[in-house]
């Protein structure tokens, strides 16, 4: 049995507040299309992402939309099933690694070596 959209859209939020980042639901008044959820991240990292139903197609406008964010090298995501969602949550872990990592190595310039 397939998972409702608004089911994905809760375990993705709860993963993610237990990774101490917000998970928002986006709006932007006058632009229609745009996802329907911003993740952001500890570290200042953004990502967005459309939820939508298994099987169902992303209107033009949003398609519009995940090109332009793309373009603009945000991080966009499409989840609308486990595998999507995991794709999705796996880029917001690496971030969060990337920033554990980079929080050791700004440690490391207490030390003299």
């Known amino acids: 049995m397939n998972k409702l959209e608004r089911d994905i859209e809760k375990n993705l939020g709860m993963i993610l507040k237990e990774w101490d980042c917000l998970y928002l639901k986006f709006v932007s008044p ?6 329907d959820r911003i993740i952001l991240t500890p570290g200042g990292h953004v ?3 459309e ?9 033009p406008l949003q398609v519009f939309w995940q090109k332009t964010l793309k373009r603009m090298h945000f991080a966009a995501f499409v989840v609308s099933d486990d595998d999507s969602a995991r794709k999705c949550l796996g880029y917001v872990l690496e971030v969060l690694r990337q920033e554990e990592d ?8 207490e030390y003299d070596i």
Not at 30 to 35: R, S
Not at 51 to 59: A, D, F
């Open 51 to 59: 939820l939508k139903q298994v099987g169902k197609q992303l209107r």
């Open 47 to 49: 990502v967005f992402v």
């Open 102 to 109: 980079a929080e050791m190595k700004e440690g490391l310039s």
């Open 30 to 35: 006058g632009h229609a299309g745009v996802p």
